[in-house]
């Protein structure tokens, strides 16, 4: 990771993570629900990753393989095999219910679409619903969403569909993510990344990659953080 932006060459395309990018923080969503219904806001998370059933039953939920009826049946049994009976039926609604979109990000990727930047969404699916609301022919050209491809990140798969669809080379992208896995799945390819940690940093880089989407003038400082 560095903290300046890259130079030359400056990237053509952008990939661009959902939850966590264009929403708020989904982790903070999980863990007050987390706090709600365990008192641990981290018990969600630990499931997650330390539940070997919980985890293969997310995995394949992301890859389109598992339906998420059966997804909130694998979480609710974690739950209760930690000691707090919940119903399954509606779980995931319950743990996304403080995931609100962030207006900023999404104007941004807007910008940068309607400028003619090619823009594909490249997407981890939770849930049958989490993109229903979403105007996705307005933010992007193309939208890979991993239910729909059999492929998740940060396996390098997905971001090869992502780059051939919007007929791009992966070394002329950048991938904003707010995960560092997902970042270094993308950079195995020579995608080019940008951590996502805080939306008024994150469209300061972008103004500056992407001038040409951002005709008026904006500070340089805080420009994010930018994988060469």
Do not use: W
């Amino acid at each position: 990771m560095t903290s300046t932006l890259f130079n030359d060459p400056l990237p053509k395309a952008v990939l661009t993570d959902f939850g966590g990018v264009l929403t708020t923080d989904i982790f903070a969503s999980f863990r007050a629900f987390s706090a709600r219904v365990t008192g641990d806001p981290h018990a969600v998370e630990r499931l997650f990753r330390e539940d070997e059933d919980v985890s293969r039953a997310l995995v394949e939920h992301e890859r389109g393989r598992v339906p998420q009826a059966e997804f909130e049946q694998a979480l609710a049994k974690g739950l209760r095999g930690r000691g707090t009976d919940v119903a399954p039926d509606g779980l995931l609604a319950a743990l996304s219910a403080d995931i609100r979109p962030d207006t900023r990000m999404v104007d941004a990727i807007r910008r940068l679409h309607a400028a003619g930047v090619p823009v594909a969404l490249v997407s981890n699916a939770l849930g049958d619903d989490l993109y229903r609301d979403v105007d996705l022919p307005a933010l992007c050209d193309v939208a890979v969403i991993s239910s729909e491809v059999g492929e998740r990140k940060p396996g390098r798969r997905i971001y090869t569909i992502a780059c051939e669809r919007l007929g791009v080379a992966p070394e002329d992208c950048v991938l904003i993510d707010d995960l560092e896995q997902n970042l270094n799945g993308a950079a195995r390819l020579g995608i080019r990344g940008l951590h996502h940690v805080d939306s008024a940093a994150t469209v300061r880089a972008l103004q500056q990659l992407f001038p040409q989407a951002f005709p008026q003038a904006f500070p340089e400082s805080g420009a994010g953080s930018v994988t060469p």
